[in-house]
């Protein structure tokens, strides 16, 4: 429900990080301009923030039930990191108080140009409290489960020179009356402006009282894997699980790197069931891409106990509830004893129906 | 440090400033590019920008696997490559690997720019049969993902092997299963040709993961 979003999300371009009114944002991305020759970085960057950003929602649409996923902030700055590395973005998201931080480099390999962007989670309390941590609950005990990760890497984005070119020429992006890819309008003013919607290759975008269309230059493939999985990620984390199951499916299923697509394949399972239905299926896929991941086998335990706690009937909950224990098992050497995952897993179980057997071994 | 002008450069520079480091902490591992002068500047350049590849990859790839910080540290020294260089260096330090990266090219085209690779592990060698690997890389943009991949599992690879020998029986095995896990889906997207050069690697990795049970007990 593109159309509404302006009015619960903000999207600003800062060449400062001070002075943002955070009080109404729940979930806050940062996009510090990509490292690169001259201004193809700030560019890539700048487009590809406009794309996560109109891509948020803060309900579904229809809304029967009256959600509201609270907003989501979309800041970047003009400002390159000084060094393009996980610590220093870290180090501008922290010093911005921004949850997530976008960054990333493009820079010459042999006769074109690679773009490399990063997601990492620069706040994990925030991210935690909020809907990163996923949480279920049996008479009074909790079990947690955060990301598979702290920092996505994406697929590189091979930029040919003509589209390199593209972008380098963009020193003013025109502003256009209607879908051009060029035009005599305005320049876009890239201290202040709000994308509005995007649609195909085209953002609208508002700046001071006129309205817009931007053309946006395609990058590549994976261009779309960068918007969709930030995209999953925020919604994700703002509880809006049926964006996000839909979303990280489209990066699973997308040509993306083995990596982030088998991450995103684990969180759209884990939407599934977070949304009420049984993301169990789409868990054990992911177990059977890749068996030595010790966190999808954390994310189907809980999902077979999610779904098993919603069984009316003993026998099938006592069915769910012993195969998570037969996959806990199979897993058990992975684990240190005094992790407290295990624990609270065992006494979750314990509460469940299962009986102790030898020190920490819990059978059902 | 004061901001780099040309980010092509900054890695190259600070490889070669890192001469005079002071002391190391304990979690720093060290990776050493050993590469004669390139004959041209064309390859150079390629040398250049596989340098910046391994490195930029590789600093927040054991981050992501570690349960506590460690760091990967470049030195690159330009000088030949005689039979004994690759060990030496990488006894200097606690080392991941050295490797001997020569740089050819025709100067008519960049996209000629091939980096062939000897990369010595020592004893991290783990599964492999013999501590040498030997591998090529063409520098062209749509050969990136596979020679940053191809790079990253080696990483990946001897660090698992370092972590597995500190491991003591019964002791878990996830800290040395989790890089392992990764550098096997980074196997998947590599090209035809690399696989083939990685091959004794990629063998090795499917075994370790096998020994230390990564995928579950039966």
Same mark, same amino acid.
């Given at each position: 429900?593109?159309?509404?979003?302006?009015?619960?999300? $903000?999207?600003? /371009?800062?060449?400062? %990080?001070?002075?943002?009114?955070?009080?109404?944002?729940?979930?806050?991305?940062?996009?510090?301009?990509?490292?690169?020759?001259?201004?193809?970085?700030?560019?890539?960057? $700048?487009?590809?923030?406009?794309?996560?950003?109109?891509?948020?929602?803060?309900?579904?649409?229809?809304?029967? /039930?009256?959600?509201?996923?609270?907003?989501?902030?979309?800041?970047?700055?003009?400002?390159?990191?000084?060094?393009?590395?996980?610590?220093?973005? %870290?180090? #501008?998201?922290?010093?911005? &108080?921004?949850?997530?931080?976008?960054?990333?480099?493009?820079?010459?390999?042999?006769?074109?140009?690679?773009?490399?962007?990063?997601?990492?989670?620069?706040?994990?309390?925030?991210?935690?409290?909020?809907?990163? &941590?996923?949480?279920?609950?049996?008479?009074?005990?909790?079990?947690?489960?955060?990301?598979?990760?702290?920092?996505?890497?994406?697929?590189?984005?091979?930029?040919?020179?003509?589209?390199?070119?593209?972008?380098?020429?963009?020193?003013?992006?025109? %502003?256009?009356?209607?879908?051009?890819?060029?035009?005599?309008?305005?320049?876009?003013?890239?201290?202040?402006?709000?994308?509005?919607?995007?649609?195909?290759?085209?953002?609208?975008?508002? =700046?001071?009282?006129? &309205?817009?269309?931007?053309?946006?230059?395609?990058?590549?493939?994976?261009?779309?894997?960068?918007?969709?999985?930030?995209? #999953? /990620?925020?919604?994700?984390?703002?509880?809006?699980?049926?964006?996000?199951?839909?979303?990280?499916?489209?990066?699973?299923?997308?040509?993306?790197?083995?990596?982030?697509?088998?991450?995103?394949?684990?969180?759209?399972?884990?939407?599934?069931?977070?949304?009420?239905?049984?993301? $169990?299926?789409?868990?054990?896929?992911?177990?059977?891409?890749?068996?030595?991941?010790?966190?999808?086998?954390?994310? %189907?335990?809980?999902?077979?106990?999610?779904?098993?706690?919603?069984?009316?009937?003993?026998?099938?909950?006592?069915?769910?509830?012993?195969?998570?224990?037969?996959?806990?098992?199979?897993?058990?050497?992975?684990?240190?004893?005094?992790?407290?995952?295990?624990?609270?897993?065992?006494?979750?179980?314990?509460?469940?129906?299962?009986?102790? $057997?030898?020190?920490? =071994?819990?059978?059902? | 440090?004061?901001?780099?002008?040309?980010?092509?450069?900054?890695?190259?520079?600070?490889?070669?400033?890192?001469?005079?480091?002071?002391?190391?902490?304990?979690?720093?591992?060290?990776? +050493?590019?050993?590469?004669?002068?390139?004959?041209?500047?064309? @390859?150079?350049?390629?040398?250049?920008?596989?340098?910046?590849?391994?490195?930029?990859?590789?600093?927040?790839?054991?981050?992501?696997?570690?349960?506590?910080?460690?760091?990967?540290?470049?030195?690159?020294?330009?000088?030949?490559?005689?039979?004994?260089? *690759?060990?030496?260096?990488?006894?200097?330090?606690?080392?991941?690997?050295?490797?001997?990266?020569?740089?050819?090219?025709?100067?008519?085209?960049?996209?000629?720019?091939?980096?062939?690779?000897?990369? +010595?592990?020592?004893?991290?060698?783990?599964?492999?049969?013999?501590?040498?690997?030997?591998?090529?890389?063409?520098?062209?943009?749509?050969?990136?993902?596979?020679?940053?991949?191809?790079?990253?599992?080696?990483? *990946?690879?001897?660090?698992?092997?370092?972590?597995?020998?500190?491991?003591? @029986?019964?002791?878990?095995?996830?800290?040395?299963?989790?890089?392992?896990?990764?550098?096997?889906?980074?196997?998947?997207?590599?090209?035809?040709?690399?696989?083939?050069?990685?091959?004794? *690697?990629?063998?090795?990795?499917?075994?370790?993961?096998?020994?230390? @049970?990564?995928?579950?007990?039966?």
């Amino acid at each position: 429900m593109r159309s509404i979003m302006p009015l619960l999300t $903000t999207f600003s /371009l800062l060449t400062t %990080l001070v002075a943002v009114d955070l009080a109404h944002a729940d979930v806050r991305l940062l996009v510090p301009a990509f490292d690169g020759p001259s201004s193809l970085g700030e560019n890539v960057s $700048t487009f590809l923030a406009m794309q996560i950003w109109t891509g948020l929602r803060s309900h579904p649409t229809p809304n029967p /039930l009256g959600l509201d996923f609270g907003s989501g902030e979309v800041d970047w700055s003009r400002d390159a990191l000084a060094e393009p590395t996980e610590e220093y973005a %870290l180090a #501008a998201a922290h010093s911005a &108080k921004r949850d997530l931080v976008l960054w990333g480099s493009a820079f010459r390999f042999g006769s074109g140009v690679v773009v490399q962007a990063y997601l990492s989670v620069a706040d994990e309390t925030s991210i935690s409290n909020s809907g990163g &941590k996923w949480s279920i609950k049996n008479e009074g005990l909790d079990l947690d489960l955060f990301l598979p990760d702290r920092n996505f890497s994406f697929s590189p984005m091979i930029l040919p020179d003509t589209v390199t070119r593209k972008y380098l020429e963009l020193e003013k992006i025109p %502003l256009c009356t209607s879908k051009e890819k060029s035009c005599e309008g305005p320049p876009l003013n890239r201290i202040s402006f709000k994308a509005l919607v995007q649609e195909g290759d085209y953002a609208l975008i508002q =700046q001071n009282n006129a &309205k817009g269309w931007v053309y946006i230059p395609n990058l590549s493939e994976a261009r779309g894997e960068v918007v969709n999985f930030s995209n #999953a /990620l925020i919604a994700y984390v703002r509880g809006d699980f049926q964006q996000s199951e839909r979303r990280f499916s489209q990066v699973a299923s997308s040509a993306a790197d083995s990596q982030i697509r088998f991450d995103a394949l684990v969180l759209a399972g884990i939407s599934q069931t977070r949304l009420g239905n049984d993301g $169990t299926s789409v868990l054990r896929k992911a177990l059977e891409i890749n068996p030595y991941s010790r966190y999808v086998v954390q994310a %189907l335990i809980m999902s077979d106990l999610t779904v098993a706690l919603r069984r009316s009937s003993h026998y099938e909950r006592a069915e769910a509830i012993a195969d998570a224990a037969r996959l806990f098992r199979s897993y058990r050497h992975l684990f240190d004893a005094n992790e407290v995952w295990i624990d609270s897993l065992s006494n979750f179980m314990l509460r469940s129906g299962c009986s102790r $057997t030898s020190g920490p =071994q819990v059978s059902c | 440090m004061r901001r780099c002008v040309y980010r092509l450069l900054c890695p190259i520079l600070l490889i070669f400033s890192a001469g005079h480091v002071t002391a190391d902490p304990a979690d720093n591992r060290y990776v +050493f590019i050993i590469s004669p002068k390139p004959p041209s500047d064309i @390859a150079k350049q390629g040398l250049d920008a596989w340098v910046l590849m391994l490195s930029n990859n590789s600093r927040s790839l054991l981050q992501d696997v570690a349960n506590r910080p460690v760091s990967v540290v470049f030195r690159l020294h330009e000088g030949l490559l005689e039979n004994d260089t *690759l060990e030496s260096w990488w006894k200097t330090q606690r080392s991941l690997f050295a490797v001997g990266a020569v740089a050819v090219s025709n100067n008519e085209d960049k996209d000629s720019t091939y980096i062939d690779s000897d990369v +010595f592990l020592g004893d991290l060698k783990g599964d492999l049969e013999r501590p040498y690997l030997h591998f090529g890389q063409a520098i062209r943009p749509n050969g990136y993902q596979s020679s940053r991949d191809a790079l990253a599992i080696l990483t *990946l690879y001897t660090y698992s092997v370092d972590l597995t020998k500190g491991l003591k @029986a019964g002791d878990n095995p996830h800290a040395a299963c989790l890089p392992l896990q990764k550098a096997n889906l980074y196997e998947r997207d590599l090209d035809a040709a690399t696989a083939a050069g990685l091959k004794p *690697l990629l063998t090795a990795i499917r075994s370790g993961l096998d020994r230390l @049970a990564c995928g579950g007990k039966p």
